[in-house]
T-cell receptor, first 118, second 116 residues
Framework: EAQVTQNPRYLITVTGKKLTVTCSQN?????MSWYRQDPGLGLRQIYY???????DKGDVPEGYKVSRKEKRNFPLILESPSPNQTSLYFC?????????????????FGPGTRLTVL | AQSVTQPDIHITVSEGASLELRCNYS??????LFWYVQSPGQGLQLLLK??????LVQGIKGFEAEFKRSQSSFNLRKPSVHWSDAAEYFC??????????????FGQGTTLQVKP
């Protein structure tokens, strides 16, 4: 089954304790990204990766790091979490191509990771 | 700057009634348009998408949406709502072109409550 998986699904931690949220996709997509969801703000992009070893900042990258050593995995790293990083995090994997002669561009999201930083 | 607005934060409809969720975007060219649904405790599921062609698109779960270029809108509709449709709905916009970073811009979301 084509899917994006994230772990952990829920995490409560304390300020300053480094953590990593993993993301993996089995669709062989080149593009992956991370979003955070906050009430009233919708989803905002944190980082994205066009391909292996190619990453770039999204709209809200402060306090986050990412790496893309292999195509299927795109972990999100919080070196020193703070309470304002309490949020719901989504990893996404992007499919591009053509269908019936028309271009398609669709992103598939993981189940989300709810992070609480105390 | 590109933006997406969902004017209704919260909507309540009776089961069996029709539904329309509004979405307006601000962008200088034709974007790619999406509607996602997020059920309680769940991730985001793609309902439907528009890239080009027919401006009325059909999606899963009986949903449809119509792209109206003149109004910069992409409203989501369903003729008869079921209790299982209660969820949060997000409109999102993507962009083509040389500056395409793949980023989706999301609206604030609309929470749908269904009354029995």
């Amino acid at each position: 089954e084509a899917q994006v998986t994230q772990n952990p699904r829920y995490l409560i931690t304390v300020t300053g304790k480094k953590l990593t949220v993993t993301c993996s996709q089995n669709m062989n997509h080149e593009y992956m990204s991370w979003y955070r969801q906050d009430p009233g703000l919708g989803l905002r992009q944190i980082y994205y990766s066009m391909n292996v070893e190619v990453t770039d900042k999204g709209d809200v990258p402060e306090g986050y790091k990412v790496s893309r050593k292999e195509k299927r995995n795109f972990p999100l790293i919080l070196e020193s979490p703070s309470p304002n990083q309490t949020s719901l995090y989504f990893c996404a994997s992007r499919e591009t191509g053509t269908s019936g002669g028309a271009r398609t561009d669709t992103q598939y999201f993981g189940p989300g990771t709810r992070l609480t930083v105390l | 700057a590109q933006s997406v607005t969902q004017p209704d934060i919260h909507i309540t409809v009776s089961e069996g009634a029709s539904l329309e969720l509004r979405c307006n975007y601000s962008y200088g060219a034709t974007p790619y348009l999406f509607w996602y649904v997020q059920s309680p405790g769940q991730g985001l599921q793609l309902l439907l998408k528009y890239f080009s062609g027919d401006t009325l698109v059909q999606g899963i779960k009986g949903f449809e949406a119509e792209f109206k270029r003149s109004q910069s809108s992409f409203n989501l509709r369903k003729p008869s709502v079921h209790w299982s449709d209660a969820a949060e709905y997000f409109c999102a916009v993507g962009f083509d072109g040389s500056s395409n970073t793949g980023k989706l811009i999301f609206g604030q979301g609309t929470t749908l409550q269904v009354k029995p």
